[in-house]
């Protein structure tokens, strides 16, 4: 059984940083197309980053650009995502998703996915 679990949320104010995680038990998470999705109260659940098995490539939605990183300790089974400059619309349950793949395919969808955690709250508030 894959399990996919992400730490590190919290509540942070306007202009400030976090970094969540995502660790990952039963497989080898580098050999495994990793993402970020984030899903606000009322909304659909968005792609934020993705990072590649093998080249290790990123991907960023327009949104967090230049503000999020994306990372994975491949030794460890862990992703990251150090996100900067945050803005009350960053507001949202971050989810880790996984899929058996050495590629991925950008821009994700929600259906190219086959594992995912049960999510991590973010609020970023004054």
């Known amino acids: 059984q894959v399990q996919l679990e992400e730490s590190g949320g919290g509540t942070v104010q306007p202009g400030g940083s976090l970094r969540v995680s995502c660790a990952s038990s039963?497989?080898?998470?580098?050999?495994?197309?990793l993402a970020w999705f984030r899903q606000a109260p009322g909304e659909e659940r968005a792609a934020v980053a993705t990072?590649?098995?093998?080249?290790?490539?990123?991907w960023y939605a327009a949104s967090v650009k230049g503000r999020f990183i994306i990372s994975r300790d491949k030794a460890e089974n862990t992703m990251y995502l150090q996100m900067n400059s945050l803005k009350p619309e960053d507001s949202a349950i971050y989810y880790c998703?996984?899929?058996?793949?050495?590629?991925?395919?950008?821009?994700?969808?929600?259906?190219?996915?086959?594992?995912w955690g049960q999510g991590t709250q973010v609020t970023v508030s004054s």
């Open positions: 998703a996984a899929r058996g793949s050495d590629y991925c395919i950008n821009p994700p969808k929600l259906n190219y996915f086959q594992f």
């Open positions: 990072i590649s098995a093998w080249s290790s490539t990123t």
């Open positions: 039963g497989h080898n998470a580098s050999t495994y197309c």
